[in-house]
């Protein structure tokens, strides 16, 4: 916390934006409170993501289109965009038929910059943190 603090996270952080003057207190999260266990028969995902082949397809949800950005020394190059990436928006629910709730969803995305990957790896998080959730049986397919 303290370096995150010190060197600003996030977006324009090279520019100042996204440092903290003194770094926040972490304390321990119990979690949302939702249904427990066999209750839960979907999950609402609080950021956007990426699905990889074994996450679940029946379920609500929105595409966008990421146009990320490189950061650091890489931001000044002469492109220093990445791949435009297709994700689920955050707020996506998914059923999850009879399977546990996972701690994640999604994946990290490979190739993603226009960059040769011996001049940098560049990957994009896109995971998805899940919620536990009990939808109406009548929407449950």
């Known amino acids: 916390m303290a370096y995150l603090a010190e060197t600003g996270y ?20 119990s979690g949302f409170g939702g249904p427990a266990g066999s209750e839960a028969n979907a999950f609402v995902s609080l950021s956007t993501f990426v699905p990889e082949k074994r996450d679940p397809t029946d379920g609500y949800w929105q595409i ?16 220093p965009f990445k791949k435009p990436l297709l994700m689920l928006r955050a707020g996506a629910v998914f059923h999850l038929n009879g ?43």
């Open 10 to 29: 996030g977006k324009r952080k090279s520019i100042g934006y996204g440092a903290l003057t003194s770094a926040p207190s972490v304390e321990p999260f």
């Open 64 to 79: 966008m289109v990421k146009y990320g950005k490189l950061g650091e020394e890489f931001a000044v190059s002469e492109n």
């Open 99 to 141: 399977n546990p709730l996972r701690e994640h969803y999604g994946r990290i995305v490979e190739d993603v910059s226009y960059l040769p990957p011996e001049v940098a790896r560049v990957v994009q998080y896109a995971l998805g943190l899940p919620v536990a959730m009990k939808l109406p049986e009548e929407q449950v397919k």
